[in-house]
């Protein structure tokens, strides 16, 4: 017996529900179904709703708490002497407990933890069973209640459509929450971070040299946690590949929209999807392997330093990354304008050139504008290029040949590898994270308000 | 006063301003224009009539050229404007939409403000020397188009924030504003209220014997009241041509007849 039986028989319990009440619903009204309110197929949803949902909410409160309240069962249970050897650490504790549980007797020698190990294994059996009988139940309760409401009149479609309209409001909810949560974590360690370093040395440090000391008097004890170079460097790159895929990304969207013929629309326009769809981290290599190894040696010969890691190669490559990103909602911006202001301007005696420059441009300017916001939001998130072809070392340089690392970068690094998660080291990660999510919010909602307010009311 | 000779005289002179001569039009296999010869007077309005599908906005469109837009069209014949064939290698299409406007079915004013809806085809073709003699073009043309004392306070407002008769109007305003000799309306008021409607039919009498306009409509009436001029199609063909008054009390042909009492269409 295992959680998903359960899950199978619930959904049994509810196809066999459908089943019954369709029936029934015929049969009430002795096969007239004209007679019915509902279509008999909707008293059939409706019951199995009715059995489904009940059944479903308890196996996820078991699957959700189950373990938690069968270790904290054990834990009561445990003889006094084993508790106190781990009274502070009572997690390490139910560790072991869990590795014998789950992994067989082989690991473990301690005749009480084998003890624990088979009461954990035989309550949470129990536990099993306990959930099995109580969804049943509930959901039999439903089924009686949906067999009690079959009558001519119920109107079994309407209350289908009210649970299942319930049912898409808590799935948009969950997804809200979500976000919600990761936001609050990201606050909570971010505030713990700021117990530690004071926020302004954050904001406007300009020293970013994550370490905490072991011991007063080593070497390099003293940590600094300025972001300003962070920053910089992420602004760095997030403006080449503006350069980069601003100009090339708009006139691609002028172009398709306005010049190609409909056979190069066809071809040009997927191929640009697929450039979305390559892998980051196919682009990072390229950017590592091809690009920055290019610009080194184009430097030498023109008798330019040029790092080898350089801002350049790292935010050209992810220009090129974010081309398809403003090409397409350029595209989109474009194409919302009306057809009939082109064929008005054209009708003028206006050239293609003069239309799209005074009148489509414009009119689309403020779907442009927020596509370039969304592509450099898009920019200051990305990770995988700049790891790959970005450096390591903080430099608050406005030199695109010299090496700069990003704030995700450092994120990156600050989190590879075994963690102390109470360390301002790891922490500052989270502010990082917490500074970059406000940055990039601000970009988008900025965007969407820009789109909202000046779009233009055609009919 | 003119006597008969005189007055005969004077007609054989009037050279028509537009030509069409053998005029077809394909769309890929689709012959939607067949053969038209047609005379189009600067000083008539033309309207022309038929049911739907019958080539009249498509034989309107050849008039500007604006069917260059459109894939797969292909026009045949001559269309002479003042004698030389527009669809030649050597016209100038930007300059020949300067002389020939468009008006169209739904008013498409551009998301700019009223005055420089109106200052765009002047500004484009550099007709306005400086700031002063652009105000007085933007200004006739909006006098001309019946707009200027609704708007003259109000250059600066949005021309999508007018209401659709007056949206209209100031599309014929910004036809207008790069002088044309001749005006094509594409059922112009087919998207407008009876009083907007009534508005813009004493525009077009109001510059009747100013430029050659020709207008495709839908309404019988529209067309007794505004034009002098009326042509008649049916799948494709010319069916009837004449003067406007001849064609609605006496029309030569059955099918005109049967289209204009409403039997078919």
């Known amino acids: 017996m295992t959680n998903s039986t359960i899950l199978v028989l619930i959904a049994l319990m509810a196809m066999f529900a459908f089943a019954f009440m369709r029936q029934k619903s015929v049969a009430v009204v002795g096969g007239a179904t004209e007679a019915l309110h509902s279509l008999p197929r909707y008293h059939g949803y409706f019951a199995a709703l009715l059995v489904l949902l009940p059944g479903l909410l308890v196996l996820v409160l078991w699957l959700a708490t189950g373990k938690m309240i069968v270790e904290n069962l054990i834990v009561s249970g445990l003889p006094d002497e084993l508790a106190a050897v781990y009274a502070d650490r009572i997690d390490l504790l139910i560790n072991r407990i869990r590795l014998v549980a789950e992994n067989g007797t082989g690991v473990e020698s301690d005749e009480s933890i084998l003890a624990a190990a088979a009461r954990f294994n035989q309550l949470y059996a129990r536990g099993i069973i306990a959930t099995l009988v109580f969804s049943f139940a509930v959901g039999a309760i439903g089924f009686v209640h949906a067999s009690s409401k079959v009558e001519p009149d119920f109107r079994a479609r309407n209350s289908f459509e009210r649970i299942l309209n319930g049912v898409l409001a808590t799935s948009s909810f969950l997804a809200i929450a979500i976000t919600l949560g990761i936001v609050a974590s990201l606050i909570f360690e971010s505030i713990r971070f700021f117990q530690q370093v004071p926020i302004e040395d954050f904001l406007f440090g300009l020293k970013w040299s994550p370490q905490t000391a072991l011991r007063a008097d080593q070497v390099a004890a003293e940590g600094s946690f300025g972001a300003v170079p962070l920053f910089a460097g992420t602004f760095l790159i997030s403006l080449l590949a503006m350069l980069v895929a601003g100009p090339v990304g708009l006139f691609a969207a002028i172009y398709l929209t306005q010049y190609a013929s409909q056979r190069t629309r066809n071809i040009a326009k997927p191929v640009l999807e697929i450039l979305a769809g390559v892998p980051t981290v196919v682009y990072g290599f390229f950017a590592a392997l091809t690009v920055a190894p290019l610009f080194r040696s184009t430097g030498a010969w023109l008798g330019l330093d040029v790092a080898s890691e350089s801002a350049l190669a790292a935010g050209l490559v992810m220009g090129i990354m974010i081309i398809p990103f403003v090409s397409s909602l350029s595209d989109d911006a474009i194409t919302a304008v009306p057809e009939s202001l082109k064929r008005g301007s054209l009708a003028l005696g206006a050239t293609t050139a003069e239309t799209i420059t005074k009148v489509l441009l414009p009119a689309a300017l403020p779907g442009i504008a927020s596509a370039f916001l969304l592509a450099i939001s898009r920019a200051v998130g990305e990770t995988m290029i700049v790891v790959m072809a970005a450096g390591m070392r903080p430099n608050l340089t406005a030199n695109p040949l010299e090496a700069v690392t990003t704030v995700t970068v450092q994120i990156v690094a600050l989190l590879t590898g075994d963690q102390e998660f109470d360390s301002a080291k790891t922490l500052s990660a989270f502010a990082l994270g917490l500074a970059l999510f406000v940055l990039t919010l601000v970009l988008n909602v900025f965007a969407l308000s820009m789109v909202r307010k000046y779009r233009e009311a055609y009919d | ?265």
């Open chain 2, 1 to 265: 006063m003119l006597d008969m000779a005189e007055e005969k005289d004077l007609q054989s002179t009037v050279k028509p301003k537009v030509t069409l001569r053998d005029v077809h039009v394909h769309y890929g296999d689709v012959h939607a224009v067949n053969g038209i010869d047609l005379d189009l007077y600067s000083d008539k309005v033309t309207a022309l009539i038929g049911p739907s599908g019958c080539g009249k906005s498509t034989l309107l469109r050849c008039l500007n050229r604006m069917n260059d837009t459109i894939p797969d069209c292909r026009v045949d014949g001559e269309i002479l404007l003042d004698g030389k064939n527009i669809y030649d290698a050597k016209i100038d299409v930007v300059q020949l939409r300067a002389r020939v406007g468009m008006v169209f079915q739904k008013p498409n004013p551009f998301p700019k403000s009223i005055y420089d809806n109106v200052a765009y085809g002047p500004r484009i073709h550099g007709i306005a020397a400086d700031r002063t003699s652009l105000d007085e073009i933007v200004e006739s043309s909006l006098e001309k188009a019946g707009l200027w004392q609704e708007v003259k306070d109000r250059l600066d407002d949005s021309g999508i924030a007018l209401s659709g008769g007056q949206q209209q109007r100031l599309c014929i305003a910004r036809a207008i504003a790069v002088s044309p000799e001749v005006i094509l309306m594409d059922e112009p008021c087919s998207a407008l209220d009876p009083i907007a409607t009534a508005k813009v039919e004493a525009l077009i009498d109001e510059l009747s014997g100013r430029y050659a306009i020709v207008i495709v409509t839908h309404s019988m009436q529209q067309a007794a009241r505004v034009s002098q001029k009326t042509v008649f199609f049916h799948l494709g063909e010319m069916i009837e041509q004449g003067d406007t008054t001849q064609i609605f009390t006496a029309p030569r042909e059955e099918r005109t007849r049967d289209y204009i009492t409403g039997r078919f269409g």
